[in-house]
């Protein structure tokens, strides 16, 4: 009797350990659209604070260690086999895949500031696993540039970082309005350092010296300056940035008051104005930033106006946002109309040095 053998189950044969290593640096970059507009998700459970960082912590610990055991594994040779690839692999996905967990717990009520906070902070996890696994793909085992790109690789930062994240909104939100004051703070402080720097002559002598067969009339204009204007400011651009740098000092004088006055007064049951006074804050060093960039040679007076009305613009918002909110427990508190005296101050001073260009514009 003739008797036929079962067929066996195919066995699915493993990717080799590069390129299963090359794979999943492609999916753990996939994760990070995701994570950026995710959402917190519903339950029923009441959230508990001491739960929730604790978890957090544990998350980056083991994110942190199987990093560390992906690089000694793949910065020797010989490599792992498929099969321990896989396990070796699978063990990342779920050591990310719980970070992203409790930070999906954490639910909007605690305050979107925190919430941004720690999803920046899963961002920089996951995004500094990919690198490492870029890196643990392309570079060769055991060589020095695979040494030095793995020791210099963010995933331990990002895990380090995690215990450092404010712990509520309020001490999120005072995080945020530090970095925005230090910003405002840089910025004003590379323009001081432009001003002092600035040479009304600059580059006239390489200019002459680089094209001997200019005539005197082309290296001056009508009035007897020198033409490259590109390099340096005129009179009248230097009378301009008086004030350029007066309404950036009062920048860096409204988020002062405003963080002091988050200290001072904020709640941390107030998430919502705690939020709204970060989010109008948050807009103000990158005016500063615009303005900043519109006063350097070739300055276009009617930039350097638009860009002095938008930041003005967002520092009142600023200002009316907190004298409405808590943290100002009396809204006629002097520093706030002070202050918006002072802004517009250097807005009336900029538009009266700037009012001819602007005629002559709607002239043409």
Known sequence: ?????????????????????????????????????????????????????????????NVSREATTLTEVFSRVPLPSPQETQRFCEQVRAAITAVIAVYYSLPKDQGITLRKLVRNATLDIIDGMAQLVDVLFITPAQSPENSDLISYNSVWTACQQVPRIPRDNKAAALSMLTKSVDFVKDAHEEMEQAVEECDPYCGLLNDTEDNPDNHGDEEDDGLGCPNNRDLYWSEEDQELIIPCLALVRASKACLKKIRISVAENGKKDQVAQLDDIVDISDEISPSVDDLALSIYPPMCHLTVRINSAKLVSVLKKALEITKASHVT?????????????????????????????LELMFAD
Do not use: Y
């Open 329 to 357: 427990p009396q809204p006629e508190d002097s520093w706030i109309p002070l202050l918006i005296n002072a802004v517009d101050h250097c807005m009336n001073r900029i538009k009266e040095l700037t009012q001819n260009e």
């Open 1 to 61: 009797m003739a008797s036929a053998a079962a067929p066996t189950a195919a066995v699915p044969t493993l990717a080799p350990p590069l390129e299963q290593i090359r794979h999943l640096a492609v999916e753990l970059r996939l994760l990070l659209p995701g994570v950026r507009v995710g959402e917190a998700r519903e339950t029923t459970k009441e959230f508990n604070p001491e739960t929730f960082w604790r978890r957090l912590n544990a998350a980056a610990v």
